[in-house]
């Protein structure tokens, strides 16, 4: 899949030309800022919101055979008196911030707020559903779409994703479901998964692919429909540590969390006080268990993990 490919930390080295109608020559369209940016993508996004409709009354009642499809549409003629989304119950924002380096910038800046706004259509199952982390990895239908509507990126059948290698509004927004519950086999060698999470995520392009890592959505907020059907811890280094609790700083990116600053992040290094002994060791009880990631030897009366402490191992 093409979102699957994104990555955050990229050095951006194409620089969009356009033609000059008075010498025949080329203008470069300078990179822009994630300060003004995003501005512009929050501004267009609350007009989106304001102006269009989910098919909400389906979700409430779920008539029999409901698909759980979210469906939106303008606001206008017969669906006048619609709640518009920016008026939705069901609507949560997020500020989270972004840094230059995140898109390999070259003109420095720390911090940006960006909003990320999202529709939680459906919760998911309340008994077996378990609730993602932005960093876990999701069994997922999803559709993304620019705010003109335009279909740039969908899977109809159900895909895993690592989220920690999406677009970071992605994996927020589908942190605020839970995934679904029983599997219900459908008599044709096919199954389905009961009660999902079911979610639209709004985000403006510096939680997704900023100034061009995808063409055509260069500085364009867009729009992902998700569902959620099911969620696996992820441990990406295999450490024992799952990649959430390597997330330090608790900004659900862990790429910028680096222990012991030799260049890897946490989630990607094995050795994460760079002690030489590996982190697996180090997270086991006496008895040589993996114990509990808040109970991991070392913690004991606040004390930092002995696989975060060079001095311990």
Request: proline share 5%.
């Amino acid at each position: 899949m093409r979102m699957n490919k994104f990555l955050t930390l990229v050095v951006i080295t194409i620089i969009a030309w356009s033609c000059n109608n008075d010498d025949d020559g080329v203008e470069a369209i300078p990179l822009r800022l994630l300060s003004e940016v995003a501005i512009e993508d929050d501004a267009e996004i609350i007009e989106y919101l304001k102006t269009h409709f989910y098919n909400y009354e389906e979700f409430e009642s779920k008539p029999e055979g409901f698909d759980y499809q979210v469906k939106i549409d303008t606001i206008a003629g017969d669906n006048a008196n619609k709640i518009s989304l920016f008026d939705s119950p069901e609507l949560k924002s997020e500020v989270i911030e972004v840094d230059s380096d995140d898109f390999g910038l070259t003109e420095k800046e720390t911090n940006i707020k960006h909003t990320l706004y999202y529709i939680v259509a459906n919760k998911g199952d309340d008994n077996q559903g378990v609730q993602p982390t932005a960093m876990d990895s999701t069994f997922v239908t999803y559709e993304g779409r620019r705010l003109s509507n335009t279909i740039f990126d969908s899977a109809d059948a159900p895909v895993w994703f690592d989220m920690v290698s999406t677009v970071r509004g992605f994996g927020k927004g589908v942190a605020g479901l839970k995934a679904g519950g029983e599997v219900e086999e459908n008599g044709d060698g096919t199954f389905t998964i009961l009660d999902p999470g079911v979610g639209v995520i709004f985000m403006p392009s510096g939680l997704a692919y900023f100034s061009g890592t995808q063409p055509g959505l260069s500085y364009s907020p867009i729009i992902f429909k998700v569902n959620l059907f099911r969620v696996e811890e992820s441990d990406h280094d295999r450490d024992g540590v799952p990649t959430w609790k390597e997330d330090r700083d608790g900004d659900s990116n862990p790429r910028n969390d680096d222990t012991d600053e030799d260049g890897g992040p946490d989630y990607l290094d094995t050795d994460d006080d760079g002690d030489f002994t590996p982190t697996n060791e180090e997270i086991r009880n006496d008895s040589g268990e993996i114990t509990n990631p808040d109970s991991y030897p070392g913690t004991e009366n606040g004390g930092t993990a002995d696989y975060l402490n060079p001095d311990v191992n």
